[in-house]
């Protein structure tokens, strides 16, 4: 399986500003995916990270609000901007091989907005 | 929402029971796939079983799929306190391009 770290784990931050935060894997992949988990809730996924082009977002995301990079296969970015209250929760982000079903998750970054 | 549902929401049970976890989803599948999570932390994969799989075992854990119906456990046997988490059920769904689709979760709390 994959080793995935994040940065930073966690953070607490003021409303209006923006947090980066950063997934590194440890070997090449194909697939680089970003999920919330909102308190006390399930995971919904946010984007897809496509190397060398722009992410895909689902529904209910936009670039502007959730603006991410992948410029190879073993980074990712994901901001979150201009953040308010309602933005505290888990990031997870998640990889996946070519060819291999399962998927693996990073630790998490655990976001508090004031 | 496509997200699927899971039951029992909590589970309590004590140590050297068993544990069985329901989760039903809305579309058709690749693959399902069980994890677990530890106080809000990364979560951890358990197993995985594609869709023309019917029933696969990992150590402790048991899993089914029955896809007529849309939906599969997870039974933990023999529990421990270390099971103690929260456990989400997620589907790669058909044409999804390996996007994964959670379900509601289901707390387990395993008591000495």
């Known amino acids: 399986s994959a080793v995935i770290s994040q940065k930073p784990s966690r953070d607490i931050c003021q409303r209006g500003t923006s947090l980066t935060i950063q997934c590194q894997v440890d070997s090449q992949v194909t697939m680089m995916f970003w999920y919330r988990q909102q308190p006390g809730q399930s995971l919904t996924l946010i984007a897809t990270?496509?190397?060398?082009?722009?992410?895909?977002?689902e529904s209910g995301f936009v670039i502007d609000k959730f603006p991410i990079s992948r410029p190879n296969l073993t980074f990712s970015t994901l901001t979150v901007s201009n953040m308010s209250p309602e933005d505290s929760s888990i990031y997870l982000c998640?990889?996946?091989?070519?060819?291999?079903?399962?998927?693996?998750f990073g630790p998490g970054t655990r976001l508090l907005v004031l | 929402s496509q997200q699927g549902e899971e039951d029992p929401q909590a589970l309590s049970i004590q140590e050297g029971e068993n544990a069985t976890m329901n989760c039903s989803y809305k579309?058709?599948?690749?693959?399902l796939q069980w994890y677990r999570q530890n106080s809000g932390r990364g979560l951890v994969h358990l197993i995985l079983?594609?869709?023309?799989?019917r029933e696969k075992h990992s150590g402790r854990l048991r899993v089914t799929l029955d896809t007529s119906k849309k939906s599969s456990s997870l039974l933990i046997t023999a529990s421990r306190a270390a099971d103690t988490a929260s456990y989400f059920c997620?589907?790669?769904?058909?044409?999804?391009?390996?996007?994964?689709?959670f379900g509601t979760g289901t707390q387990l709390k395993v008591e000495l």
């Open positions: 990270a496509n190397q060398g082009s722009e992410a895909t977002y």
């Open positions: 079983i594609r869709s023309n799989e």
């Open positions: 997620a589907t790669d769904r058909t044409g999804g391009g390996n996007k994964l689709t």
């Open positions: 579309t058709s599948i690749n693959n």
């Open positions: 998640s990889v996946g091989a070519q060819g291999r079903e399962t998927q693996y």
